[in-house]
């Protein structure tokens, strides 16, 4: 048993949503739920002072009824340990098969990775490497350009898609196979806008949410939880419409400049000395008081489990975007509904990485590639459509967005599964 379990989360959100559409059968439910299948790998690597030493390595596949899995892989050790990864990658891929489906992109949903961190660990490039390809090779048997489509997620970037892709190339005689990953480098077929694809969905999630409520972007006040690429372009594409961020954090720590700063400004001294922290102007302060600061809109982009009952009942924002995975406890959402906090669930509010890995994907697959702005207006109105339907569905049924946005993915998946049937 692993504490704060996030599949027992992502697994009451299913339940959650086949109550919405009044789907009773448990053998139904359980299938939603589970994964179809968990890969766990050893990968062996040779250090660089001569020893071995040996990783875990995972890909979990939950569901392919509306197309290949698809879902980044995150290199990360999560305080549960090893146990509690497995259980993180089970969640990270339902959650997966949920996001595509809400933005309507042919696609299943998958996860993977390994337990190490290389930034607390220092690993060299070529332990990467070494670490990187050896884990490509075991789980090359399940990924492919029409089976499993993996991504970058936490810790990881172009430099290992491309030594993933490599690897798979090589091992499925030598063909030329861009479409086995996205996430990849503009120059290994890549798409443009992949890199901000994230944190420019948020905003746009974001822009229609304050459309819905009628609150003016101009001035609106933002806090950013997490400092990575997802928060970063979040913060950039909402200062662009207008809004002001007034705080942010990383794994350093939070600070708070009351009266707001350039994200840019705060990028470069991030780069300089490697955090937020002592960021000219602001203030230091807790996650907790970053959290349950006064602003309009709240970005959680760092990791899962931030947001628990007791930060919910503090928090004085009007929108949350949750531009990372999971990071509301189940114990909040009823407290945030209470408090007419528009919650934009991650599954929505993340889903624009998904979306331009799917366009990265389509490009590889045709040969021809768009311009950004192609790229990213096709994303937005895959986006757009996708949080008018949860928010009209959470209207109709009177309900939370995240119930509204997992009912409405859920019924789309189930369709797709009841045209096919069960065979064999
Ligand atoms: N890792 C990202 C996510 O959680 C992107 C997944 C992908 O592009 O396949 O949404």
């Known amino acids: 048993m692993v504490k704060n379990d996030p599949f027992e989360n992502a697994t009451k959100q299913v ?77 990270l891929s339902s959650w997966m098969t949920w996001k595509c489906a809400i933005v309507d992109v042919p696609l299943g949903g998958g996860k993977g990775g390994i337990f190490v961190n290389p930034k607390t660990e220092k690993l060299s490039d070529g332990e990467m490497e070494r670490l990187t390809r050896g884990f490509a090779y075991k789980i090359a048997e399940v990924i492919g350009p029409r089976k499993d489509i993996p991504a970058p997620d936490v810790y990881t970037t172009g430099r290992e898609m491309t030594q993933i892709m490599d690897t798979f190339s090589k091992l499925n005689d030598n063909q030329y196979s861009p479409g086995v990953i996205t996430g990849k480098p503009i120059s290994m077929g890549g798409s443009l806008a992949r890199n901000v694809a994230t944190g420019l969905g948020t905003a746009y999630c974001v822009r229609e949410a304050a459309k819905a409520l009628k609150i003016k972007l101009k001035g609106a006040k933002v806090v950013l939880q997490g400092f990575g690429n997802a928060s970063t372009f979040a913060g950039i594409y909402l200062e662009k419409m207008g809004a002001k961020i007034i705080g942010a954090s990383d794994s350093k720590g939070s600070i708070i400049v009351p009266n707001g700063f350039k994200t840019e400004k705060l990028i470069a001294h991030k780069e300089k000395t490697g955090s937020v922290v002592n960021f000219p102007g602001s203030k230091t302060v807790s996650t907790e008081e970053l959290l349950t600061t006064k602003c309009d809109i709240l970005i959680p982009g760092a990791l899962e489990n931030q947001i628990d009952a007791k930060i919910a009942k503090n928090l004085k924002c009007k929108i949350i975007g949750e531009a990372a995975n999971g990071p509301t406890l189940p114990e909040a959402d009823p407290i945030l509904y209470k408090n007419k906090i528009l919650v934009i669930p991650d599954i929505l509010a993340n889903s624009g990485g998904v979306c331009i890995s799917y366009l990265e994907w389509v490009q590889n697959n045709m040969g021809y590639y768009w311009t950004f702005d192609e790229v990213a207006n096709k994303m937005e109105a895959n986006i757009t459509k996708g949080f008018r339907d949860a928010y009209e569905m959470s209207k109709k049924h009177k309900i939370d967005m995240r119930k509204a946005a997992m009912a409405l993915a859920v019924q789309r998946v189930v369709e797709a599964f009841e045209q096919k049937g069960i065979w064999p």
Do not use: W
């Not at 359980?30 to 002072?49: G, H, Q, S, T």
């Not at 549960?80 to 089970?90: A, F, I, K, L």
């Open 15 to 91: 339940n959650d949503a086949c109550d919405v559409l009044g789907i009773k059968d448990k053998g139904l439910r359980e299938y939603l739920a589970m994964p179809n299948r968990l890969l766990r790998v050893k990968i062996p690597v040779k250090m660089d002072n001569g020893k071995i030493r040996v990783f875990t390595g995972f890909r979990s596949q939950h569901n392919n009824d509306r197309g290949p899995y698809k879902g980044g892989i995150r290199y990360f050790d999560p305080k549960g340990g090893v146990e509690y990864m497995e259980r993180e990658v089970m969640a």
